[in-house]
């Protein structure tokens, strides 16, 4: 079994603006896995709101490719891999090598049930109030029906209001990406009910986030930076009502199906996250979020071009992806 891999930056349709960054290129690594004529494949990015960088996956994949003749499985790659981002293109790399040479499809593999399409949000990145009304309002004519909308500390209910403003009837969900405190959660939570907004996503940051449990507000909050694993769900349980499941920061759809089952278990709703993948990531998180409760699975529809056999958005749904791409 042989392992390659390339870094690649996709760019995206116009700079991606969130609290902590602004960014002209989705970085991401492309696994190859080959064995027996077959190819399978995965991708990932790095994540640096935890240090991770492009070198760390790199070197990460350069390690494991020591290893991987020897035949490598999804089982060692979760007990020899630490970085998550590289385990996750390893591990959805491994699920598509094994589709080809099996003859069946990724449904028939995992026990998932398949879905033609799954409701979709799209994000709203951080701009002046007027673009970000505008970008919303053409998400609304594109036929999407639920609206996140990236905050950081300035301007959060000018830019919603004007935003719910010119989008009646349309659900609203709220990402701070770790950018406020509790005094400041409090204060906007009842005007952001008023407004319609279903849910918040990460206001505290990741290790400042036990002052939650003063948290006053009526909208559920959701962990993103804050749930890397199965391990973080018993204290989470306590904080928040939802998690965000991304394939790179768990390591892999593996346990990525493994974090939904236990989350749901303890009464938590599920989002499924993405970190701006083209299509050849969205398809693995894809599987996984047909078993979500919220689905952000928009990083594609960002970008300024995809991949060959690429997923389409229609009317806010996101179409299942076919054999040619993944799975």
């Given at each position: 079994?042989?392992?390659?891999?390339?870094?690649?930056?996709?760019?995206?349709?116009?700079?991606?603006?969130?609290?902590?960054?602004?960014?002209?290129?989705?970085?991401?690594?492309?696994?190859?896995?080959?064995?027996?004529?077959?190819?399978?494949?995965?991708?990932?990015?790095?994540?640096?709101?935890?240090?991770?960088?492009?070198?760390?996956?790199?070197?990460?994949?350069?390690?494991?490719?020591?290893?991987?003749?020897?035949?490598?499985?999804?089982?060692?790659?979760?007990?020899?891999?630490?970085?998550?981002?590289?385990?996750?293109?390893?591990?959805?790399?491994?699920?598509?090598?094994?589709?080809?040479?099996?003859?069946?499809?990724?449904?028939?593999?995992?026990?998932?049930?398949?879905?033609?399409?799954?409701?979709?949000?799209?994000?709203?990145?951080?701009?002046?109030?007027?673009?970000?009304?505008?970008d919303a309002v053409s998400?609304?004519?594109?036929?999407?029906?639920?609206?996140?909308?990236?905050?950081?500390?300035?301007?959060?209910?000018?830019?919603?209001?004007?935003?719910?403003?010119?989008?009646?009837?349309?659900?609203?969900?709220?990402?701070?990406?770790?950018?406020?405190?509790?005094?400041?959660?409090?204060?906007?939570?009842?005007?952001?009910?008023?407004?319609?907004?279903?849910?918040?996503?990460?206001?505290?940051?990741?290790?400042?986030?036990?002052?939650?449990?003063?948290?006053?507000?009526?909208?559920?909050?959701?962990?993103?930076?804050?749930?890397?694993?199965?391990?973080?769900?018993?204290?989470?349980?306590?904080?928040?009502?939802?998690?965000?499941?991304?394939?790179?920061?768990?390591?892999?759809?593996?346990?990525?199906?493994?974090?939904?089952?236990?989350?749901?278990?303890?009464?938590?709703?599920?989002?499924?996250?993405?970190?701006?993948?083209?299509?050849?990531?969205?398809?693995?998180?894809?599987?996984?979020?047909?078993?979500?409760?919220?689905?952000?699975?928009?990083?594609?529809?960002?970008?300024?071009d995809d991949r060959a056999?690429?997923?389409?958005?229609?009317?806010?749904?996101?179409?299942?992806?076919?054999?040619?791409?993944?799975?």
């Amino acid at each position: 079994m042989e392992l390659l891999f390339a870094y690649q930056e996709w760019p995206y349709a116009e700079t991606f603006r969130i609290s902590r960054s602004a960014k002209t290129n989705s970085e991401l690594l492309t696994v190859w896995v080959r064995s027996g004529g077959h190819v399978g494949r995965g991708e990932c990015a790095p994540l640096p709101q935890y240090g991770q960088t492009a070198e760390d996956v790199a070197h990460a994949l350069e390690a494991a490719r020591d290893w991987f003749h020897e035949g490598a499985t999804r089982e060692a790659v979760a007990a020899r891999v630490a970085n998550t981002s590289a385990r996750n293109a390893l591990d959805c790399a491994l699920w598509d090598l094994e589709c080809k040479t099996s003859g069946k499809d990724i449904w028939t593999l995992t026990g998932v049930e398949r879905a033609d399409s799954i409701e979709v949000d799209l994000t709203i990145g951080i701009n002046p109030t007027a673009k970000m009304q505008a970008d919303a309002v053409s998400a609304v004519k594109l036929g999407y029906r639920i609206i996140k909308i990236k905050a950081n500390g300035e301007d959060v209910l000018e830019r919603v209001e004007a935003i719910a403003r010119a989008c009646p009837g349309v659900r609203f969900i709220v990402d701070a990406n770790e950018a406020w405190t509790l005094d400041t959660l409090n204060a906007l939570t009842p005007e952001l009910a008023r407004l319609g907004v279903e849910l918040i996503e990460q206001p505290l940051h990741h290790q400042r986030d036990e002052a939650l449990a003063d948290y006053r507000g009526t909208i559920p909050l959701c962990a993103d930076e804050s749930c890397s694993g199965e391990d973080d769900l018993p204290r989470l349980s306590k904080l928040y009502q939802a998690i965000n499941i991304k394939l790179d920061k768990v390591g892999g759809l593996t346990p990525g199906l493994s974090l939904n089952r236990a989350a749901h278990a303890l009464g938590l709703k599920v989002m499924l996250g993405c970190s701006g993948p083209t299509s050849l990531g969205a398809a693995p998180a894809y599987v996984l979020g047909t078993r979500c409760d919220f689905v952000d699975l928009d990083g594609p529809a960002l970008l300024l071009d995809d991949r060959a056999s690429a997923m389409r958005y229609e009317q806010g749904r996101l179409l299942c992806f076919g054999p040619d791409l993944w799975g």
